[in-house]
């Protein structure tokens, strides 16, 4: 492996807002922002789940997934949130509801991650409250405005480090 963290984008771009994650992943590796710290991988998972499954097989030191956030507050209200095996696996095993693991539902992939004989790393989720999640291509205006607020954040928990000790990241 060649990256130590993993930064995620997830959601489906022909639901409106719900392609928040891939485009905040293409506005940070566009030619014209600064680069992420060494050692970093962007991925622009979109809908595929399992991928992102395996690629966390290969052992990271963090993960941080961004996506829409619903229930967040006003749209493109921008949180981050430090989570946790607990918050992905029930008490009575993974996928209790029977979450389909190829769909990018994050609870549903990485509750399934230790059935692949994987370990979560330590993961935040930037994620942005949408405003319109109906079929059609593009973000919303509070999103396409969030998309920088995000990209901060994404630097801010990479400059900080939270995972390695020291730094405690809170809302933005």
Same mark, same amino acid.
Do not use: C, K
């Given at each position: 492996?060649?990256?130590?963290? !993993?930064?995620?984008?997830?959601?489906?771009?022909?639901?409106?807002?719900?392609?928040?994650?891939?485009?905040?992943?293409?506005?940070?590796?566009?030619?014209?922002?600064?680069?992420?710290?060494?050692?970093?991988?962007?991925?622009?998972?979109?809908?595929?789940?399992?991928?992102?499954?395996?690629?966390?097989?290969?052992?990271?030191?963090?993960?941080?997934?961004?996506?829409?956030?619903?229930?967040?507050?006003?749209?493109?209200?921008?949180?981050?949130?430090?989570?946790?095996?607990?918050?992905?696996?029930?008490?009575?095993?993974?996928?209790?509801?029977?979450?389909?693991?190829?769909?990018?539902?994050?609870?549903?992939?990485?509750?399934?991650?230790?059935?692949?004989?994987?370990?979560?790393?330590?993961?935040?989720?930037?994620?942005?409250?949408?405003?319109?999640?109906?079929?059609?291509?593009?973000?919303?205006?509070? !999103?396409?405005?969030?998309?920088?607020?995000?990209?901060?954040?994404?630097?801010?928990?990479?400059?900080?480090?939270?995972?390695?000790?020291?730094?405690?990241?809170?809302?933005?």
């Amino acid at each position: 492996m060649s990256a130590d963290v !993993l930064v995620a984008g997830v959601g489906n771009i022909f639901l409106g807002d719900d392609g928040f994650g891939p485009e905040v992943v293409r506005h940070l590796g566009a030619p014209e922002q600064p680069p992420l710290p060494e050692p970093v991988r962007l991925v622009d998972y979109g809908i595929r789940g399992l991928h992102l499954s395996y690629d966390l097989l290969e052992g990271y030191s963090a993960l941080i997934i961004v996506d829409a956030m619903p229930g967040l507050g006003r749209p493109g209200e921008i949180r981050v949130v430090a989570v946790d095996t607990d918050d992905f696996v029930a008490s009575d095993g993974p996928n209790p509801h029977g979450a389909d693991p190829h769909s990018m539902d994050p609870t549903a992939v990485l509750s399934g991650l230790p059935s692949l004989g994987g370990v979560l790393p330590p993961t935040y989720v930037v994620g942005a409250q949408p405003a319109n999640l109906e079929e059609g291509i593009g973000l919303s205006d509070p !999103l396409r405005a969030a998309v920088p607020v995000a990209g901060a954040a994404i630097r801010e928990l990479l400059a900080t480090r939270p995972w390695a000790g020291g730094h405690e990241q809170g809302a933005d």
